[in-house]
């Protein structure tokens, strides 16, 4: 997948040589999912940790780097709203921005938000259900700190 910002090619980074550690078992397909209203991406059923290169202008690098890590409650990616658009905007001020794609829980890519109501509830249930894949995610935020490190 190559986007482009500013005339500058995005590059896609697996973190990982086959499947990351932890997950080799999971069968599932990733899915994006576009808001009609909005035409804003999710992600579901993430399995293959990425990166996301934003690169600045050259003429007004900044020398810096950050990683930005979308949200949305281990459940889904806010790709657009808290991923994409903010790489864009630090990497015209001169940054380099790594959007991190990682690991979140399985979801029916029929109706991923069937259940959530119930689960926010009782927020310690809700937690529990991420006791799995939380430490996954946590590593993936390593792979992708040490490949930017490793690459600065």
Request: proline share 6%; aromatic share 10%; charged share 25%.
């Amino acid at each position: 997948m190559m986007n482009t910002v500013k005339g500058y090619a995005q590059e896609v980074i697996k973190l990982y040589n086959g499947k990351a550690p932890g997950s080799e078992q999971w069968k599932w397909e990733e899915k994006t999912l576009t808001d009609p209203s909005t035409g804003n991406r999710t992600v579901i059923n993430v399995s293959d940790p990425t990166l996301t290169v934003y690169r600045p202008n050259p003429a007004h690098n900044n020398g810096s780097a950050v990683i930005i890590c979308p949200g949305g409650a281990f459940h889904v990616l806010d790709m657009d709203n808290e991923g994409y658009r903010v790489a864009k905007i630090l990497a015209e001020k001169g940054f380099t921005a790594f959007v991190l794609k990682y690991r979140i829980l399985q979801l029916d890519p029929k109706d991923p938000f069937a259940g959530m109501e119930e689960k926010m509830k009782d927020f310690k249930k809700f937690v529990s259900v991420m006791d799995a894949d939380v430490p996954l995610a946590i590593g993936d935020g390593k792979a992708a700190m040490a490949f930017v490190k490793d690459h600065a």
